[in-house]
């Protein structure tokens, strides 16, 4: 399968969103970053952003909520038209009921981890889920350096996920350009989430092409 890129609109200019948008329409899922001054120490947009977007966007979204009590409004995002709910796992003591709760509203439900966060209390509970990010900087805000730390986790993930055919795709966030994306795809990320690398680039389209391209080359079968 290709690997998919989903440009992440906390790096892009509000002042002119419905012309951002467009350059990003060859992208494959928008990023909708959700974050409460709570759970991450910034806070972002919610709700009417997010139907404001959905209304005149090209794309679908794929929302990332970095804020407490994911459970109580993941559904909604849901029930709203988003085709990715992910939560932070560090958020709530049920994952899979919220998962449960977020695919009953229409959504793919995905579970989100820090950088310091372990996969293992999650193994038995990936089949709720049809993604995991595995976070490559510390949730919050965009424009970090990558942490390659990250990537035995990820790798971890990818062997188990071949290992029992899980659909489960692998997405990865933070710091991810040109140079970092065939780093993760080399462990087995299928889905990036680039913010500054995209919107960054004067030429949007091709940025994306770019990162899309080389994520693919480093990509071993899976
Ligand atoms: O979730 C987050 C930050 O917490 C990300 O989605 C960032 O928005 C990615 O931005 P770049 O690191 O690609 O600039």
Redesign the pocket.
Known sequence: MSARIHP?I??ADFARLGAELERIRTADLI?F?VMDYHF?PNLSFGMPIFETITASSPLPLDV?L?ISDPGRWAPGYAEAGAASVTFHAEATDDPAAVARDIRAAGARPALALKPGTAIEPYLEILGEFDMVLVMT?E??????AFMPETMPKLRALRERVDAEGLELRLQV????DATTIATAAEHGADTF?????VFGAENAAAQIELLRETADAHTHAH
């Open positions: 992440s906390l790096a990023h970053d991450v990332h970095m900087v949730p919050g805000f965009g424009g970090q966030d933070g710091g991810i989430v680039a913010g500054s690398s």
